[in-house]
């Protein structure tokens, strides 16, 4: 009897085990198509989780930033920095930002997933690297940082820290936080925000009287050159004035037991005058450098070469936290997140993405019109125009060749249209490519026949400004 009992036990332990697993299984979060698994790290604002895209199964790395403590931190112009540094970048050696997503309290960054982790853990797990392969590292982050360069971003604080690893063992350039870009530079076109983590920042930043953000940044690399090859900091004292004095003398010693070849490209590096410190082209000509190099290209999608529908210049997302439940592919869009949070927070995220006159680029009215109605509607008129129509995603894309003996180009553009409420849309068209006068055109004859009245759209923005307090 007493046997009976005990199997019983075990039988419906092993059942409610099994019913407990069920249940976490289905309350993972859930962020629009991506379910979030588990935590990857965590950072002064948050965590980065594991998340995979449910209808396809790719892994990407999830970076959950809560706003509270952006804001009282005052870091929100650091996030923004990051955000639309990122949104610059498509290279195989610069981790990538797929999305952006905001909810009233967090801001989800959802990024290429690099599963080798930080390369300063794979050092301090492993040990140094052997030089062949501490060169193709080397060369992959020359590549990247000579990429960003290419575009106008310096880092500003690249460490092993902020260099990640892929499954193949490629490295991948990370944390924009603190980057810069050219209007960044003061009147005498130098940068003079004093940044950076202490065993890399480069002497001329350390003497607080303005720095070139490229060179600032290949004494960094030549820091973790010196890391990967040796397992030690060039530069490493506990004592700070200490650390910043070595520094500013350049004053480190190179291991004997290195070959020539990279205890030169090292000191020419950590060259602490920078008008005679190695260039980008200078190390890409370097002959320990050019062992085995194979240099990377950017990488682009087929669709944003054409500036289709997988334009990413807005981040969308709902207005409420993530559930477990995902919008129906044939409703219309949220409205832009960062336009929600910029009309009701001091937290403004709006025009994070906009490098150019959005009146040249982009436009929006609003429509008491449904979603559907208003799809169908642009697809006839911009078809009566002879534009031709793609769809996807709930999206169009309509592409218009415009022949002419004196320029023949092509127009492209993008419409879309987000919901504000069930009676009130707002329909987005944002160019692409071409003619500025003909986009206009269109712009004006759609805003004309589908607009909204304009008393019912005062009453419905009013009504949603107030929901959306943050």
Request: aromatic letters at 8%; proline letters at 4%; hydrophobic letters at 30%.
């Amino acid at each position: 009897m007493r046997e009976r009992d005990r199997e019983r036990e075990h039988r419906f332990g092993e059942e409610g085990s099994g019913r407990r697993r069920r249940r976490r299984r289905r309350r993972r979060m859930r962020l629009g198509k991506y379910e979030l698994g588990k935590t990857l790290g965590e950072g002064n604002f948050g965590k980065v989780k594991l998340a995979a895209d449910v209808r396809t199964g790719c892994r990407y790395a999830v970076k959950i930033l809560d706003k509270t403590k952006i804001l009282h931190l005052n870091f929100s112009d650091q996030i923004k920095r990051e955000i639309s540094t990122l949104k610059l970048l498509r290279h195989p050696n610069v981790v990538r930002l797929y999305e952006v997503l905001a909810s009233k309290t967090k801001i989800y960054m959802v990024l290429e997933c690099a599963s080798g982790g930080e390369l300063f853990d794979r050092i301090e797990s492993k040990g140094k690297m052997d030089e062949a392969e501490g060169r193709k590292i080397f060369q992959q982050l020359i590549d990247g940082l000579s990429y960003c360069h290419d575009k106008g971003v310096y880092h500003r604080d690249l460490k092993l820290e902020n260099v990640l690893v892929d499954a193949k063992g490629n490295i991948k350039i990370s944390d924009f936080g603190l980057s810069a870009l050219p209007q960044n530079c003061r009147e005498d076109g130098l940068l003079h925000t004093t940044c950076g983590s202490p065993n890399y920042v480069a002497p001329e930043v350390l003497a607080n009287r303005g720095y070139n953000g490229v060179a600032s940044d290949i004494w960094s690399c030549g820091v973790i050159l010196y890391v990967i090859l040796t397992a030690c900091l060039p530069f490493d004292e506990t004592n700070l004035a200490l650390l910043y004095k070595k520094t500013l003398r350049g004053d480190f010693q190179i291991p004997k037991w290195l070959s020539a070849g990279a205890r030169n490209l090292i000191r020419r590096t950590l060259d602490p005058n920078p008008s005679t410190r190695i260039t980008i082209a200078g190390i890409k000509e370097n002959e320990w450098f050019k062992t085995d190099y194979n240099p990377a290209s950017p990488c682009y999608d087929d669709d944003e070469e054409e500036g289709s529908l997988t334009d990413q210049d807005d981040a969308i997302s709902t207005p409420d936290e993530p559930s477990d439940v995902e919008n129906s592919p044939e409703s219309p869009s949220i409205i832009n997140a960062f336009e929600l949070i910029g009309m009701s927070s001091s937290l403004d995220l709006s025009g994070f993405f906009e490098q150019e006159d959005v009146s040249e680029r982009k436009t929006r009215f609003t429509s008491n019109h449904s979603a559907k109605d208003l799809l169908e509607r642009i697809e006839v008129i911009a078809t009566d125009m002879g534009f031709r129509v793609q769809k996807k995603s709930g999206k169009l894309k309509l592409i218009q060749e415009i022949r002419s003996q004196k320029s023949p180009s092509n127009l492209s553009f993008v419409a879309e249209v987000f919901e504000i409420s069930p009676l009130l849309h707002v329909v987005e068209l944002k160019k692409s490519f071409g003619d500025s006068s003909a986009y206009r055109q269109l712009c004006e004859r759609l805003s004309s026949d589908l607009g909204t009245n304009p008393e019912l759209e005062r009453q419905n923005s009013s009504s949603f400004a107030l929901n959306s307090t943050c």
